[in-house]
């Protein structure tokens, strides 16, 4: 499946009121899927080009929102078009899990919140370099 289609798809689960478990959820997805964008975009400039690659899911890290999107991607047709979709996407789901942190009832839910906002602001760092490298 094209990756553009894959972030709409995450898109359309933050428009409406997720639960902080589903955040939580979309958080790693996205994460997970900046970084199967980066290997795909990687690999199609051959060995060798000096290419940056996206973060990739940490060992151990559960999206709970069952297998990764990520897994389904096939490609990425319009690179600058997706990065900046992506971009847009991580940073709405950065603003979610700030408010999830503010309000987290207990230790347990309030770090498992800055772990999700650590890896979403690594995956933007990496779409803003892949953007960089695309020329968008």
């Known amino acids: 499946m094209d990756a ?22 979309e958080a790693w ?4 899927l900046a970084g199967a964008v980066g290997l795909l975009l990687a690999e199609g400039a051959g060995p ?3 290419r940056r690659r996206g973060p ?3 060992p ?18 319009d690179a600058p078009g997706t990065l900046r979709a992506l971009h847009v996407l991580l940073g709405e789901i950065g603003l979610a899990l700030v408010g999830l942190t503010s309000s987290a009832e207990d230790e347990a839910a309030y770090w498992q919140c800055i772990e999700a906002l650590d890896a ?3 995956a933007k760092d990496a779409v803003r ?6 020329g968008g």
């Open 4 to 25: 553009a289609r894959l972030v709409a798809e995450a898109e359309r689960r933050m428009r409406g009121c997720p639960r902080p478990e589903d955040v939580l959820a």
């Open 29 to 32: 997805q996205a994460y997970e």
């Open 48 to 50: 060798g080009s000096g």
């Open 56 to 58: 990739g899911l940490p």
């Open 60 to 77: 151990g890290a559960a999206t709970g929102a069952g297998p990764p999107r990520a897994a389904r991607l096939t490609g990425v047709r």
């Open 120 to 122: 979403v602001d690594e």
């Open 129 to 134: 370099g892949l953007a960089r490298d695309e």
